[in-house]
């Protein structure tokens, strides 16, 4: 196991901005009542940071339909300041980096371009105590529940929702998420039904509205589906809507979900400070990193809130075996082509990699879909 030394400080500072294409275009709710369109790629933003000793981490922060261009040049920007700085500080530099761009605030793209810094430091402290980040940081499990999301968008048919909510089991996941939040809710509802009856009544199933309802719709449909026996509600009002989530919450006995939009902290406080949710679903990238997100999973936690982090499972699935209430990690492989490393799924879990930090590495194929590099280098490094 190798070991930092004293004098060990960063030498070099990477990032590059890709775009990773999907293999088709993908529709929620947003699309289905005009407010965006079809989604075709992921934007992520990496960040490699060497040491002088030449140990490495690897971090990324990822936009969708815009947004990763802003995040590249702020982190172009503040990035050189990393230079000299002792890696295992990472809570004294994150500090240092929201200082240096201050005049932009706390909150979305100066954070999630943090984010990837701060996903890097903590990969490499991993790596350089030879652990897997869950375990660095105190593993409850090895291995977490997972359910599916990318089979079940509101462009595929419902045989082909079906379909593949099936192959997603038989290759070992635990449960399925479906969108719902079309303009006609009778179709919702008639789409559910039929994929409630082909998965059976036990397999979990939740849905998913990205925002679509105002707080009267949300009730209705929340009253509607009681019986259905979901895992959750999800998004089922603007994202911003803390005292109306707060109301549907209370009103309903299935659990609400929300909170992967929101990109600060003080925004998922305000979540778990209401009882807006009954599981809070923070996003690291989004809300700024790793170490904010440490910062509302144990004030979640300590609420007595379940923790279910949104996307970047290669992420999550090391946050969620750390957490102390288990709850449920995003399967989504949109990024899975950016990186040379798959994880394990098997009864219904996803393991955690025994690699040490993430476990990641960016894949080489991946240089056909980078659009920006800069790198920064200590003098003399």
């Known amino acids: ?150 089979g079940g968008f509101l462009h595929a048919p419902v045989e082909e929702v079906k ?9 070992g996941i635990g449960g399925i998420k479906i969108k719902v939040g079309q303009p006609d809710m009778r179709e919702d509802l008639r789409r559910l039904a039929a994929v409630r009856e082909h998965l059976g009544e036990d397999v979990p199933l939740m849905v998913d509205a990205n925002q679509q309802w105002d707080r009267h719709s949300a009730l209705r449909f929340g009253r509607a589906v009681e019986e259905v026996g979901l895992v959750w509600i999800e998004e089922p009002l603007d994202a911003y809507d803390a005292e109306g989530h707060a109301r549907l919450a209370d009103a309903l006995d299935t659990p609400i979900a929300t909170g992967e939009m929101l990109s600060s902290v003080p925004d998922l406080i305000r979540l778990i400070d209401l009882r807006a949710c009954d599981v809070l679903q923070p996003d690291v990238p989004r809300a700024g990193g790793i170490t904010p997100y440490l910062k509302v999973a144990a004030l979640a936690d300590h609420a007595g809130l379940q923790v279910a982090p949104h996307f970047v499972m ?33 009864d219904g879990r996803m393991r955690v990699p025994e690699r040490p930090g993430l476990g990641l590495s960016v894949a080489d194929e991946a240089a056909a879909w980078c659009l920006d590099a800069v790198e920064f280098r200590a003098p003399g490094g």
């Open 314 to 346: 290669e992420i999550h699935v090391h946050l969620a075996a750390a957490h102390p209430r288990e709850s449920w990690v995003e399967h989504i492989e949109w990024l899975s082509p950016l990186f040379d490393e798959r994880l394990t799924i098997e």
């Open 1 to 150: 196991m190798s070991v930092t030394a004293p004098g060990d400080r960063v030498g070099s500072v990477r990032f590059r901005r890709y775009a990773v294409p999907l293999p088709a275009p993908v529709s929620d709710a947003k699309v289905a009542t005009g407010r965006q369109r079809p989604l075709t790629r992921i934007d992520v933003l990496t960040c490699e940071v060497t040491t002088t000793d030449g140990l490495g981490g690897l971090g990324f922060s990822y936009t969708t339909r815009a947004g990763t261009a802003a995040q590249y040049a702020h982190a172009a920007e503040i990035g050189e300041r990393l230079l000299g700085q002792d890696p295992s500080d990472i809570g004294r530099v994150y500090d240092m980096l929201l200082w240096a761009g201050a005049s932009v605030g706390r909150s979305g793209v100066a954070t999630q371009a943090l984010a990837a810094v701060d996903v890097a430091l903590w990969d490499l402290k991993a790596r350089r105590a030879g652990l897997p980040l869950a375990k660095l940081l105190g593993s409850y499990r090895d291995a977490v529940r997972t359910y599916n999301t990318s």
């Open 163 to 171: 379909a593949r909510a099936a192959e997603s089991l038989a290759s």
